[in-house]
């Protein structure tokens, strides 16, 4: 036995609930910046960021070409983008998560 399509009655309204998209700052590897200055930056301008975790990340940076340093909303991923890249770190342009 086939069922009826539901139809919602005239007038009712659908609320639709979207998050905002987070978003990822990227830090590329280049020829001039030391693995000193970019884990330090890391720890000065990336809340919660730890000396074993910047190292790491360092180490993806260089060996792997890139590495994700940060996710989150859009607005403080822009401030800690605009740190980093005023700080000579090479960075990716923030993009969706």
Known sequence: MATAPS????GSTSVVRK???NYKVIVLNDDFNTFDHVAQCLMKYIPNM???HAWELTDQVH???QAIVWVGPQE???LYHQQL???GLT???LEEA
């Open 91 to 93: 960075m990716a342009p």
């Open 76 to 78: 403080p991923a822009e």
């Open 19 to 21: 998050t905002y998209p």
């Open 7 to 10: 139809i919602a009655p005239k």
């Open 50 to 52: 730890t000396s074993d």
């Open 63 to 65: 060996y792997e070409g």
């Open 85 to 87: 890249r005023r700080e």
